[in-house]
């Protein structure tokens, strides 16, 4: 089987009890959309729209093509698309290509992102992008 869920494990193998994981598994290939509330772990390759509230992780062979809307996106492996999300963390060797927004951006090294980065205000209500926060800080800085 190459969708499973396992409702007492969390992705590093430690117990939870606040739902559980969803794997795509290594080899599968899927075309969609996926809802979920629970992680949901991706080492196989899949198309289309995801929208999690709580974690989505593209394990180092995993490939996403489409939108994610999530709580919190990790990228080990390859991202081509757009994604919403509150933190988004690339590992060394991940690759994003496409547009970003996020409330938190960590870029590991040799992670490789290509694309447009926004960033949402304390809000969460408007988009600003990296040239928007920029002049906003060169104006603050002669104030």
Do not use: P, W, Y
């Not at 959309?33 to 629970?38: A, R």
């Not at 080990?76 to 927004?101: C, M, P, Q, Y």
């Not at 694309?115 to 040239?131: A, C, F, H, L, Y």
């Amino acid at each position: 089987m190459a969708i499973f869920t396992n409702d007492n494990k969390q992705l590093d193998g430690s117990s939870s009890t606040s739902g559980g994981a969803t794997i795509i598994a290594n080899g599968t290939r899927i075309k969609g959309e996926i809802n979920i509330e629970c992680r949901l772990h991706i080492d196989g390759d899949f198309e289309g729209t995801i929208t999690s509230k709580d974690t989505v992780m593209i394990g180092r062979s995993g490939i996403v093509k489409g939108a994610i809307n999530t709580n919190a996106l990790v990228v080990a492996g390859k991202f081509i698309g757009d994604s919403v999300s509150n933190f988004l963390e690339l590992k060394t060797h991940g690759r994003i290509e496409g547009t970003i927004t996020t409330n938190e951006l960590v870029v590991e090294r040799k992670g490789v992102f290509i694309g447009e980065s926004k960033v949402r205000d304390g809000k969460g209500s408007r988009e600003m992008s990296v040239k928007e926060i920029i002049k906003d800080t060169d104006s603050k800085k002669k104030d």
